[in-house]
């Protein structure tokens, strides 16, 4: 028998609760071992749940159990997860966790801990809820170079630009919308500013080239300027916005983004709705390999922490290594990546064409029906210095995005 304890019943640990107590005897075949929930922690209690029994307060009843073997943490947030997190591992009890913030910021540290101490710190539903990606690249993808990660990493953001796209929302209608159905917190910041999906493609990328990513470096834009008019221009022009978070290393130099992008309708990321995830991994030889699914939710993102406590079960005293380097990782600035873009400028065209083409030479126009006040344009491909030079002599920008005309086009 294998004893674990939940840190957290909220959401993500109610659902672990649920998984172990529905598949048990699959569990425990696959897994070769008995797992039993000894504990739950909370701060609440919970009259007449099923965890009532087995409820604590105190995380030092839980750490100081010599029979639990395996922490499950999905309290969320920084603090005080990584403390938990922490002392678990150096008392010998591997943890399985859903935390994303606490593996983006601590990750490469706890990992050698539970190294030295012959455990696991598996962290498989930090990205992509139920999709797994994080162990194919830990074991599948090891033997060919990955030269790029790019997808999208946040349901909350792509139901929200889906149903500007599908039904001609306003950004802050779709919003309102994703919180009464719950795939948007009360405070959303996170997730629409895009410091969800950078804290994932930092994770993907550390593991990717081996040496510590850290989220602070990388270039983040959220959604929340994207407007209906955007969409329509997107539309118009046979492409969708995305919230793209991608990562790269071209000629030795690291480049790592999280922005909006218009992806073309032939683009496989262009077809992702709704609260759905799509990750697209590129080695050297194998080319594209794409992971798909739904990113988040209270089972699916369970069933991914509970497939890591089966991973774990199955390794007692027997460290799974995982390549990620504590030493940080020089990221390039975004200044010298190259792509084009979509301008949108108010006015009249016809009075204002030549000196946008004398800033960015050729460029398509687009005109929207029934607006008679802006107009848009696409550049060709230039770097993102060079464009923003360009732009600054450009008066009357109402916004611009960015455009991802193919799959390996870099970041």
């Known amino acids: 028998m294998i004893n674990i304890a939940v840190l957290g019943y909220g959401t993500v640990g109610s659902g672990v609760v649920e998984v172990i107590d529905s598949n048990n005897a699959s569990i425990n075949r696959k897994s070769g071992n008995d797992i039993r929930i000894k504990y739950v922690l909370d701060l609440r209690d919970f009259p007449g749940d099923r965890v009532e029994k087995i409820l604590v307060h105190d995380f030092d009843i839980i750490l100081n159990d010599p029979e639990v073997k395996i922490v499950v943490e999905v309290m969320g947030g920084v603090e005080p997860a990584y403390t938990f997190v922490k002392k678990s591992l150096l008392a010998g009890k591997s943890v399985c966790t859903s935390n994303k913030e606490l593996v983006a910021t601590h990750g490469p540290e706890l990992i050698r801990i539970a190294r030295q101490n012959n455990i696991n710190f598996l962290f498989e539903a930090s990205v992509g809820g139920a999709i797994p990606v994080i162990r194919p ?6 033997a060919d170079p990955i030269l790029e990660i790019k997808g999208i990493l946040n349901g909350t953001t792509n139901y929200i630009l889906t149903q500007m796209d599908v039904e001609g929302w306003e950004f802050d209608k779709a919003l309102s919308t994703a919180q009464e159905l719950g795939y948007a917190e009360r405070n959303p910041e ?12 930092a994770i993907l990328s550390s593991l990717a080239f081996g040496s510590n990513v850290k989220f602070e470096d990388i270039y983040t834009e959220g959604i929340s300027k994207i407007t209906a008019t955007d969409i329509r221009y997107a539309k118009k022009m046979g492409y969708a916005i995305k919230l793209l978070a991608s990562s790269s290393v071209e000629n030795g130099r690291y480049f790592a983004m999280v922005a909006p992008f218009m992806v073309r309708s032939s683009h496989p990321l262009y077809s992702v709705s709704g609260v759905y995830n799509a990750i697209f991994v590129r080695g050297d030889q194998i080319g594209d390999v794409m992971f798909y699914g739904s990113g988040a939710g209270k089972l699916p993102t369970a069933c991914a922490v509970v497939a890591d406590v089966v991973d774990a079960a199955k390794h007692i005293d027997k460290h799974i290594y995982t390549f ?3 030493e940080d990782l020089h990221l390039t600035g975004i200044g010298d990546s190259t792509r084009s873009f979509f301008v949108r400028v108010s006015g009249n065209r016809a009075e204002r064409e030549d000196e946008i083409t004398k800033q960015f030479g050729e460029v398509k126009f687009i005109e929207l029906d029934g607006v008679s006040d802006e107009f848009g344009f696409v550049t060709k491909p230039l770097a993102e210095k060079t464009f923003e030079e360009h732009l600054k002599n450009i008066p009357n920008v109402i916004g611009r995005i960015r455009m991802e005309e193919k799959l390996n086009a870099g970041c």
Not at 137 to 142: A, D, F, G
Not at 190 to 201: P, S, T, V
């Open 190 to 201: 996170a997730d629409i500013e895009g410091y969800d999906a950078c804290r994932k493609i």
């Open 137 to 142: 690249i830990n074991s599948s993808l090891t």
């Open 324 to 326: 990620w380097s504590e």
